[in-house]
């Protein structure tokens, strides 16, 4: 009787092992802790165009139930060539904040390799994302970016074997960078460098408005068709008075869109035609001089 009684003991204790089994995570809702996970905590990151070209290991790539769910289905939009797809590895993690979360994520095919920095919440909710590393065989210029222990982000483009420029970047709570300064030795006539030139054109207002030598309104394709990403710049008196921003806007109506910054309270208006743009601004001061504001017409450029 008694080994009886042992026997379905035993039988029990199997029983109970057997049910907890450990579900993989191809079996199971994924959670941000799985995808967090898969990166590397780092005090500091630093990736460039030879470390893009460094071979990932496959068994490491995140796998498409990650992709789909906690990165932008835009992230490599513009970057790679179409029909290809991309592999994505995680490359390390940086918390710059209590709240504030950047991964490094490198996507890869045969016409090159890029990085981006991708913002979260302390929730794991998706914030913004920012490419600052890309190699393309071949080619001329080449971005690499780092990040050190006080969250300072510098991202510098080189020129054959010399750094041309770098700019250095803090993290504002909602993933957007705000430019603390930049370190340049580019030859440019006049001095003028475009963050979002060599992004993607396609919509009908995607292109290049000047205004004279140093000013210009660049605008380029947004995630969605209600969005556009822009970058300006001009000169007024001489020098004597600069302002410079980028960001995303949004289309208000078939022809206006507007811009609106948390942090500072400025808002800018764009207005659009086939061959103009014209901007004004509200509270833009933080970005400019105390005598020149974010307004003019300016003249749309042939490719």
């Not at 022809?255 to 500072?264: A, H, L, V």
């Not at 307004?295 to 042939?302: A, S």
Request: charged share 25%; glycine share 10%.
């Amino acid at each position: 009787m008694r080994s009886i009684l042992i026997l379905f003991l035993a039988i029990g204790v199997l029983s109970g092992c057997k049910s907890k089994k450990t579900i993989s995570e191809d079996d199971r809702e994924l959670t941000f802790a799985d995808f967090s996970g898969k990166f590397p905590a780092a005090e500091a990151l630093r990736w460039n165009a030879d470390s893009l070209k460094l071979k990932q290991a496959d068994s490491v790539a995140l796998k498409p139930r990650y992709l789909k769910q906690f990165l932008p289905d835009t992230l490599g939009k513009g970057i790679f060539g179409e029909g290809e797809k991309p592999k994505y590895w995680p490359i390390g993690k940086v918390s710059l904040t209590e709240d504030l979360q950047l991964y490094l994520v490198e996507g890869s095919t045969k016409s090159g390799e890029a990085a981006w920095m991708c913002f979260y919440d302390k929730k794991g909710t998706f914030l913004q994302r920012h490419l600052v590393a890309r190699y393309v065989p071949g080619g001329n210029k080449k971005t690499g970016f780092s990040v050190d222990k006080k969250g300072n982000i510098r991202v510098s483009t080189e020129t054959g074997t010399a750094v041309a420029r770098e700019d250095v970047f803090a993290a504002n709570p909602d993933g957007s960078l705000a430019l603390i300064l930049t370190n340049s030795n580019e030859p440019s006539v006049t001095g003028l460098f475009n963050p979002i030139d060599t992004l993607p054109r396609k919509h009908k207002y995607s292109a290049n408005y000047t205004a004279g030598e140093g000013n210009i309104v660049s605008i380029r394709d947004g995630e969605t068709n209600k969005e556009f990403l822009f970058f300006i710049h001009f000169t007024r008196d001489k020098g004597a008075c600069v302002g410079e921003l980028d960001g995303t806007g949004r289309f208000t109506t078939a022809t206006t869109g507007q811009f609106r910054d948390k942090q500072s309270g400025c808002i800018v208006d764009f207005k659009f035609s086939n061959s103009q743009i014209t901007i004004s601004e509200t509270g833009c001061g933080a970005y400019r001089g105390i005598k020149c504001a974010f307004e003019g017409t300016f003249t749309k450029k042939r490719k």
